[in-house]
């Protein structure tokens, strides 16, 4: 199994842009998938992207496409979000999780980060 | 890249089963037997419950279970119990590592 630890809360203005880290863990890092996930409040789960180590090209969904980058560190075990051009709808609940099967299982989630856009 | 089409709540007593369904399109579901199913309680980190559209994590019990016809994938939770109490979420492989999560089912125990 993995272990995935986040970084903590953040408050961002808008316009300007947030990285957040996941740092896993206890099993294999670059044969695993490392994906985000966010949910808003009051709204459900939201693919945003992905990254598989070993390949090194993230796949992101179309709506977050050239807003937001998604990285790995192999020397740190650790995968990081970039979101730019923060709007207050970005404010969410932003989770990483690992794709165990390279086929969508996310076995292992971290505890999420809160993200907060407010002028 | 839509949000696959999930019932917006489902409730059954103790005991009864419950199944929700996951409707995708020809993009995602349909090809792809890649559809997971995950558990989400409030404030906590979703968990996964099904993958590869039938199998099953160890330690998640067999009364959770999922098939898929075409573009619709189902979970199954027989014998409800009141800590299946949450809201449950769909998840389909899209094509080239992209993948699309479902508008999630909240399941009341009653």
């Known amino acids: 199994q993995v272990q995935l630890v986040q970084s903590g809360a953040e408050v961002k203005r808008p316009g300007s842009s947030v990285k957040v880290s996941c740092k896993a863990s206890?099993?294999?890092?670059?044969?695993?998938?490392f994906n985000w996930v966010r949910q808003a409040p009051g709204q459900g789960l939201e693919w945003m992207g992905g990254i598989i180590p070993i390949f090194g090209t993230p796949n992101y969904a179309q709506k977050f496409q050239g807003r937001v980058t998604i990285t790995t560190d192999e020397s740190t075990r650790t995968a990081y979000l970039e979101l730019r051009s923060l709007r207050s709808e970005d404010t969410a609940m932003f989770y990483c999780?690992?794709?165990?099967?390279?086929?969508?299982?996310?076995?292992?989630w971290g505890q999420g980060t809160l993200v907060t856009v407010s002028s | 890249q839509s949000a696959l089409t999930q019932p917006r709540s489902m409730s059954g007593s103790p005991g009864q089963s419950v199944t929700i369904s996951c409707t995708g399109t020809?993009?995602?579901?349909?090809?792809?037997?890649?559809v997971s199913w995950y558990q989400h309680h409030p404030g906590k980190a979703p968990k996964l419950m099904i993958y590869d559209v039938n199998k099953r994590p160890s330690g998640v019990p067999d009364r959770f279970s999922g098939s898929k016809s075409g573009n619709t994938a189902s979970l199954t939770i027989s014998g409800l119990q009141a800590e299946d109490e949450a809201d449950y979420y769909c998840?389909?492989?899209?094509?080239?590592?992209?993948?699309?999560f479902g508008t999630g089912t909240k399941v009341t125990v009653l």
């Open positions: 999780a690992r794709d165990g099967t390279l086929r969508g299982s996310y076995d292992s």
């Open positions: 998840c389909s492989y899209a094509g080239s590592y992209t993948f699309v």
């Open positions: 206890g099993d294999t890092f670059s044969n695993s998938g």
């Open positions: 020809s993009s995602d579901v349909g090809p792809y037997n890649f």
